[in-house]
């Protein structure tokens, strides 16, 4: 007769294998396009922060959305209050194909929030962004873009080092080439110097998130792998698959657009990739690179849908407007051609993992000089510094995983279980074999 420990665990493997399907997570809320961005497909979303008022405590000020919108109307750089009205639509400076946000950028005397776009045929442009005003909430910095190129750029991603504490920004383009420039403004006026470093993947790159605290940029090929690339300007060429899309046993598709990162306190948090050929978005665990799982965006309540081929995404782990525990977007791809965000709580989607992933509205592990508590503007986020001392008090992780301290999670029955399981096995047969 089968000792029953194995009948345990054929059906604790079963149970695993089935719970690897995308997991199910409600949308909050969503967007509302604006005329000017109807026909448009949504290309690349970012959240800014707006600093804490007066009256908000350590709670983020106004904050927003912006995302870029691509069509041959010239559709261009919209912004969304985080009730999903529009708010301003820069259309002039369109055609847009990504954006990236960093607060706590140092122009002259003023600090603010610094806003990047890649416009086909035009270059990179800048601009301030000012939850706090009323009117022209997004002000273009310069007459024109700061930097022109023969080739046209695609993607965008801020990288502040956690050594020198200077900002640089990354810009790939169509034939996989990476420029890296860094960027100055403390004399009053927008600069930047290119870096002298070659940076090349073997085809066009759909998305970029750089990892401040580990000093990665990681860089999707399209149809080929997700590497990782030294962040720092002396980091040279060499490159480190993260996860070969070609593969077999790949948990992804070979679709994969653009990426996020969920930054938690001292390094962890999770690396999100927006599989558009599956529908989903991908979870890797920040320093392992092991796939956690993928979860879906559905229909949630009061007529607010799904996300649908979702190119682009982008999450903070910071409290913002209704979302306290941090806020997830997602891009939902339209058949009709009016393409809309949706909006939901990051605790939603990490109480959807068993084990769950973590809630941690902790800083991630320092400040650009604003809020910055894990932001990530699609293909890029805040969070400057390296690891630094330990957490302090605020952030918090789920019931199950409190005080744990782990980033670990997969949709999958927990390993602890397992080797509970195997131990106690072991030590059956090893009593029947002595009797």
């Given amino acids: 007769m089968r000792h029953p420990i194995v009948f345990i665990l054929a059906a604790s493997l079963s149970g695993a294998v089935a719970s690897a399907q995308p997991l199910q997570v409600p949308a909050f809320s969503q967007t509302t396009p ?57 259309q002039l400076d369109g055609p847009v194909v990504s954006v990236a946000i960093r607060e706590g950028f140092r122009l002259g005397a003023n600090t603010l929030s610094l806003a990047v776009t890649s416009n086909p045929g035009v270059g ?74 070659a940076i090349t993947v073997s085809g066009p790159i759909t998305g970029m998130v750089a990892d401040d605290e580990n000093r990665a940029l990681y860089v999707v ?3 080929r792998a997700i590497w990782r690339f030294d962040a720092e300007p002396t980091g040279g060429s060499t490159s480190v698959p993260v996860v070969d899309l070609t593969a077999a046993d790949s948990k992804l598709s070979k679709n994969v657009n653009r990426l996020a990162l969920y930054r938690a306190a001292n390094g962890e948090g999770y690396l999100l990739a927006a599989d558009t050929q599956a529908g989903s978005f991908a979870v890797l665990d920040r320093r392992s690179y092991a796939f956690l799982g993928s979860f879906v965006v559905v229909p949630g309540t009061h007529g607010v849908g799904g996300a649908t081929a979702p190119r682009a995404l982008a999450v903070t782990s910071g409290p913002v407007g209704a979302f306290p525990d941090g806020l997830f977007v997602a891009q939902n791809s339209s058949t009709t051609g009016t393409d809309d965000l949706k909006l939901v709580r990051w605790d939603a989607v990490a109480l959807a993992f068993n084990p769950p992933l973590r809630i941690d509205t902790r800083p991630a592990g320092g400040v650009d000089g604003g809020v910055d508590a894990g932001v990530d503007a699609g293909s890029d986020g805040g969070g400057g510094g390296g690891v ?23 949709a999958s029955v927990p390993g602890s279980v397992l080797f509970g399981l195997l131990a106690l096995g072991l030590s059956r047969l090893r009593r029947r074999r002595e009797r």
Avoid: K
């Fill in 124 to 197: 990179l442009l800048a601009y301030s962004v000012d939850g706090q005003r009323t009117l022209d909430r997004v002000q273009r910095i310069g007459p024109g873009p700061f930097f022109l190129t023969n080739a046209a750029f695609t993607t965008v991603a801020f990288y502040r080092s956690p050594g020198s504490g200077r900002l640089f920004i990354f810009a790939s383009n169509d034939a996989g080439a990476l420029s890296q420039f860094e960027m100055s403004g403390e004399d009053g006026g927008l600069s930047a110097t290119l870096v002298n470093r």
């Fill in 34 to 90: 604006g005329p000017s961005t109807i026909g448009g497909s949504i290309r690349d979303v970012a959240i800014w922060v707006g600093p804490p008022s007066a009256d908000a405590g350590s709670d983020a000020g106004p904050s927003g959305l912006l995302l870029t919108a691509y069509n041959n109307q010239n559709a261009g750089l919209a912004t969304f209050g985080l009730d999903g009205q529009q708010l301003e639509n820069e």
């Fill in 388 to 410: 630094g001392p330990p957490p302090t008090p605020g952030g918090h992780l789920p019931p199950e995983s409190e005080g744990s301290g782990c980033s670990c999670a997969s």
């Fill in 221 to 223: 090929q399209a149809g």
